[in-house]
């Protein structure tokens, strides 16, 4: 079975973006994402209401890396210390060898492939560094940009599951792309 160590922190480098740690500097970044019924349409969990909210995000993201449960990143742009986003491997499940990618990207920068960039440096990572077998990414099936970015990058879908998760009154579908290590 895999174990990880997360300790020290590994800063990740792609052409235009620096994948770093998230920390307390990041709070109003990582409310004006938690926060915004945009980019957490496709995201069900509850909208983060304060910066006491965010805090809490940041402070679980950081506990969980202390543990080494799973690992999330604030994605950078080169020079710019400013959170765009987050990223990481949610869901491990090191028994299996297998993880979870999900991200976040503030609206301003959707379309500008910083996820694409960002995703393929992750599954590198994964497979390198990890030792991952596979990566799974869970998304809605009306996120048509997240499934293109998934596409790009090689994942195949696996499954549709209909109304399979209960949120806010409904019922909704999901749709699970997955990547085997090559």
């Known amino acids: 079975m895999l174990e990880f160590n997360f300790t020290p922190f590994p800063v990740i480098e792609t052409e235009r973006l620096i994948l770093d740690r ?7 970044e990582v409310f004006l994402l938690r926060s915004n019924p945009e980019t957490m349409k496709y995201i069900p969990r509850p909208l983060v209401k304060n910066h006491e909210g965010a805090l809490e995000h940041i402070k679980m993201i950081n506990d969980k890396i202390e543990e080494n449960i799973c690992i999330n990143w604030g994605i950078r742009l080169k ?53 991952l077998h596979s990566i799974e990414a869970v998304i809605d099936p009306e996120n048509s940009a997240s499934e293109k970015v998934l596409q790009k990058c090689g994942f195949v879908k696996e499954a549709h599951f209909k109304e399979s998760d209960f949120w806010e009154g409904k019922f909704l579908d999901k749709v699970i792309y997955s990547l085997l290590e090559p």
Do not use: C, W
């Not at 998230?22 to 109003?28: G, H, I, L």
């Not at 210390?81 to 976040?104: A, D, V």
């Not at 694409?116 to 440096?121: F, P, S």
């Open 22 to 28: 998230v920390t307390d500097s990041d709070v109003e």
């Open 79 to 131: 020079g710019n210390p400013k959170l765009l986003g987050i990223i990481g491997f949610y869901r491990m499940q090191p028994e299996n060898y297998r993880s979870e990618i999900g991200y976040m990207l503030n609206p301003d920068f959707h379309g500008k492939g910083i996820i694409t960039e960002a995703v393929k440096k992750l599954i590198k990572f994964g497979f390198e560094e990890l030792k």
